[in-house]
Structure formats: structure tokens, C-alpha cells
């Protein structure tokens, strides 16, 4: 049979193809491809990519024709710059397998459990410090826990505080450099551009950060010379020196796994190798954990309703006592709300795949070598899927999802190359939220309403918020409307 004609998108524009589009409007375009077809031809410059529509197809994509699509094209091209060869980019095949079976025990529920009572003290800690009714960068404070939580777990207790600053600033101007290496023509962001320079001086910055990290880290674990840029610091000394990591004490870190691997064949894993996965790690833990935390405030804000349900389950859980680790499997509901948050805002909204042969997807012929794109925000908002999908409904994951659901639900991947960490995000995001909530029960938006910002992740545009102790957040704003009414009833009295 021949092969059904690819549509494709309209507005293309010469040299550039959709990339306007993508810079100017890239969710509402990725939305409207929908309704040209399941596969849509679109440019990226000169060179034309797939976009799958149909979760369906996305699935013979990630699942069951996985060895036809390998993990590359332009946005994995983009990461590679600075994740290197870590699990997230690294090309599929044997090193690939090796690598995730290596990492693998570090996100299991074991040892995940021993860093999860220190992870919430950190985080205990930090959102206690902030003050009451003051306007706060909301997306500045859920990155700034969300890498506080994360770098606890990863290099243990005692990281020097100056890396975390350093982390915090350098990680957002490196994923915006990102996004743009992936939208422009690659002999632009190959140019001695001023824009091209810093993304690439940011890298080695954050290189240089993850070095120091590491040697912190090893020094700690009694590892030997670590400072040797060519291999890992030397294994075999860990248990004479007295190794918490061999020995079993608490203040093990998840890092701790990597840096004491000592593969039969080659030996201790390279700096390099230590280097790629370690900013692959934190990458994916900042940016998709802080950005889902700050709109899920978002949406408990605008949805009082949402936001008493939460503090009745923390409550009953909890008492009048702080969060403790053994509680979160409880926490359902705060469960169901951050999956719901994930659904309606990525949290990534483009991902590539290169066909390695040409192959037929959906009845549209895809040529070898091709980009084929999914998008797990245009299939998370599917309205054949989600009845409704602009309309936030924790609700929709009570119970057990069913198989439509499960297969659009894209927000940790699918098939082989899903998120390796994924038990260990659903820890950090509800110790922070169900924290947050503990101390701060009530939110009030200090900014204009966020839009939806395609970066890397889909970010919030701007916000701000101020958190209160006491009353919710329905109370307060009953309250500050009577307190709007009244002075506008004493300024009419006065004027009269």
C-alpha cells in the first residue's frame, strides 16, 4: 500500500521554517497540530521533523517499535552540549543498559529512604526561615528547595553552601541557552556569537561546580586523590579509610553509588562519566521538580477547594506533628494534586527521536534520519483523553487511571528510556509541597496571573506569591474583599 501523504503545519516561513512559531507561540502550536492529523511534517529550518499527535503512535514510538526511533535529534543534540554522555542523552545500546543498570539502585525505595527524614529537615529548615506576608519569587523558592533536597540526597549533608548558590544561579540562563540552540539553525549557534560564548563558558562553569561537588564528596568518603580530572578517585582505599558509604552509616549520599563503582572490566567509572551523569541528575531534578511545585501553588491558589482537601489529609496524617518520611505514602490526595499539575503543564513540551530506518508510523512513511517529535504537553492535554484538559481536576487520579490515561500521561517518559528516578521524584516533590503546606497554610498571588512559558520545562512567566499562617486561602480573600468594600464605602462618605 503507498504510504498516506504527511500534512503539514502551515506557516512555514523561508530559512526558518515554524521556528518563528516555536519561539512565539510554541504551546499553542504544538495544540493546533492536533487537528491537522496524527503525524504533522513541520520545519526546523531547512530540515523537516515529525510530530506524532496520536499517544497511540507515541507509544510504537517509545514502546513497542522502540528499536526504530533512538534516543537523538535536535533537542537531545542541545542537551548534549552540556550533559554530555549521561543516561539522559547517551545513545541507546549496551553503554546505555550498563549505565541505568549501574544507577539503577540508587533510586530504589531502600535507599531512597535513607535520605528522605534528612531531606525534609533540610527542606524543613529553609521554609521556615521564610517571612510572613513577604512577597517571594515562587519559582526561585521551589528551585532553591528542590536543589537544596536534591543535593542533600545526592553528595550528603555537608555540601558547602557556596555550591548550591552557584548551582541556583547558572542552572536557568544554561536551559534558556538550551532552547535556543534547539529552535535555531544549527550554523547560528555555531557562530562566535556573544550569546554562543556565555552558554558555552556556563557549561564549563557548571563542570567546574560539579568537580568540586565530587571531590567534596570523595574526600568525605575517604576515596583517595580526587582531583585527578581523567579518572574517578581510587576505590580501593574506601573501606581501610573508614568508608560511611561501605560501612553503612546514615549520612550516605545517592552519588555515593557511582563514585564507588568498580566495573571488573574497565574500573572505576571516569571523571568525565562521574561529571555527565551528576549534571544529568541535578538538571532533571531541578527542572522538572521545581517547576511542577511552583504551579501546583499556582493552581491551589485559584482553587481553594483544592488547597482545604490537602490540609485535611496532612492533618489527619499528620497531627499537629511535622512531616515525617513514613507519612508520604499516605498522602494521596497531595499526590493526585502534583499529577495533576504535571499533567496540565509538561512538564517538558518537545522531545526528539531519530528514525533509524524508514519506517512507516501511523500509515505516513518517516525516511531514516529523520526528527520525530512527541510532546507530552499536546498529548496531556488531548481532550479525548482528559475531558476538559484546561480545567485542573486532581480528581482525575483517583482510583486507577486506565489505559488511555496511563499511555498519554507522558510526564516521566515511557518504555526503556523512562525516567530512571521517578520513584525519587514523587518523594521530593511531595515532601516539599506537603511541607510548604504544613507551615504556610494559606497563598495569596502578589503578581499578575503566570502564563505558561516554554522552556526546557513549561516554566510560569512571572510569579510572586506571600504565604500566611492561619486562615485559608478562602477566608482571606472573603476577608480582604470586605476590607476592599469598606474602604471604598468610606472613600464615597468622604468625598460626599
Given at each position: 500500500m503507498s504510504p498516506t501523504p504527511t500534512p503539514v503545519a502551515p506557516g512555514a516561513l523561508p530559512l526558518i521554517g515554524h521556528g518563528l512559531q516555536l519561539k512565539q507561540r510554541p504551546l499553542e502550536f504544538m495544540n493546533s497540530l492536533r487537528e491537522h492529523g496524527q503525524v504533522v511534517r513541520i520545519q526546523l529550518a531547512r530540515t523537516p521533523a515529525y510530530v506524532?499527535?496520536?499517544?497511540?503512535?507515541?507509544?510504537?514510538?517509545?514502546?513497542?517499535?522502540?528499536?526504530?526511533?533512538?534516543?537523538?535529534?535536535?533537542?537531545?543534540?542541545a542537551l548534549k552540549v552540556f550533559f554530555g554522555d549521561g543516561l539522559a542523552t547517551v545513545a541507546d545500546g549496551d553503554t546505555h543498559m550498563k549505565n541505568r543498570r549501574l544507577m539503577q539502585p540508587m533510586f530504589n525505595k531502600a535507599h531512597i529512604a535513607t535520605r528522605g527524614d534528612t531531606m525534609i529537615e533540610q527542606v524543613r529548615e529553609i521554609v521556615e526561615g521564610w517571612a510572613e506576608g513577604e512577597s517571594r519569587d515562587t519559582l526561585a523558592d521551589m528551585t532553591e528547595l528542590t536543589l537544596a533536597a536534591f543535593l542533600t540526597a545526592l553528595f550528603g549533608a555537608d555540601l558547602p553552601a557556596h555550591l548550591q548558590r552557584d548551582f541556583i544561579a547558572l542552572m536557568p540562563p544554561i536551559m534558556q541557552g538550551t532552547i535556543r540552540q534547539t529552535i535555531l539553525p544549527g550554523w547560528v549557534t555555531r557562530l562566535p556569537l556573544p550569546a554562543n560564548r556565555a552558554h558555552a563558558q556556563r557549561v564549563a562553569q557548571l563542570r567546574e561546580l560539579i568537580d568540586q561537588a565530587i571531590d567534596h564528596r570523595a574526600a568525605a568518603l575517604g576515596l583517595g586523590d580526587a582531583s585527578d580530572s581523567g579518572s574517578a578517585p581510587d576505590v580501593?582505599?574506601?573501606?581501610?579509610?573508614?568508608?560511611?558509604?561501605?560501612?553503612?552509616?546514615?549520612?550516605?549520599?545517592?552519588?555515593?553509588?557511582?563514585?564507588t563503582a568498580d566495573d571488573p572490566d574497565t574500573g572505576p567509572l571516569p571523571r568525565r562519566q562521574l561529571q555527565d551523569e551528576a549534571i544529568t541528575l541535578l538538571t532533571g531534578a531541578i527542572e522538572t521538580t521545581s517547576t511542577t511545585l511552583a504551579w501546583a501553588l499556582v493552581e491551589i491558589e485559584?482553587?481553594?477547594?483544592?488547597?482545604?482537601?490537602?490540609?485535611?489529609?496532612?492533618?489527619?496524617?499528620?497531627?499537629?506533628?511535622?512531616?515525617?518520611?513514613?507519612?508520604?505514602?499516605?498522602?494521596?490526595?497531595?499526590?493526585?494534586?502534583?499529577?495533576?499539575?504535571?499533567?496540565?503543564?509538561?512538564p517538558a513540551w518537545l522531545v526528539t527521536r531519530t528514525a533509524t530506518r524508514t519506517v512507516s508510523l501511523g500509515g505516513h512513511s518517516i525516511p531514516e534520519g529523520a526528527d520525530v517529535i512527541y510532546s507530552p504537553y499536546l498529548h496531556q492535554h488531548d481532550p479525548s483523553v482528559f475531558p476538559e484538559p484546561e480545567r485542573f481536576d486532581p480528581d482525575r487520579w483517583s482510583g486507577r487511571p486506565d489505559a488511555a490515561t496511563r499511555g498519554a500521561f507522558l510526564a516521566f517518559g515511557a518504555g526503556r528510556r523512562n525516567c530512571v528516578g521517578e520513584a525519587f521524584a514523587w518523594t521530593e516533590l511531595l515532601i516539599i509541597l506537603a511541607t510548604v503546606r504544613q507551615i504556610w497554610p494559606r497563598l495569596a498571588l502578589t503578581s499578575t496571573a503566570p502564563k505558561p512559558q516554554a522552556l526546557v520545562t513549561v516554566k510560569p512567566d512571572g510569579l510572586s506569591m506571600a504565604l500566611y499562617r492561619g486562615a485559608d486561602s478562602a477566608d482571606s480573600r472573603g476577608k480582604e474583599t470586605e476590607k476592599e468594600s469598606g474602604s471604598a464605602e468610606a472613600g464615597v462618605i468622604h468625598r460626599l
Open positions: 506524532v499527535t496520536d499517544p497511540a503512535l507515541t507509544k510504537e514510538v517509545l514502546v513497542t517499535d522502540v528499536t526504530s526511533f533512538a534516543k537523538g535529534g535536535r533537542i537531545i543534540d580501593g582505599s574506601a573501606a581501610a579509610a573508614g568508608c560511611p558509604h561501605a560501612a553503612g552509616q546514615a549520612d550516605t549520599g545517592l552519588f555515593d553509588t557511582l563514585l485559584k482553587n481553594p477547594e483544592v488547597g482545604r482537601r490537602m490540609l485535611e489529609e496532612l492533618e489527619t496524617v499528620c497531627a499537629d506533628r511535622p512531616l515525617r518520611y513514613e507519612d508520604l505514602d499516605e498522602l494521596t490526595y497531595v499526590r493526585a494534586v502534583l499529577q495533576e499539575s504535571m499533567r496540565m503543564y509538561g
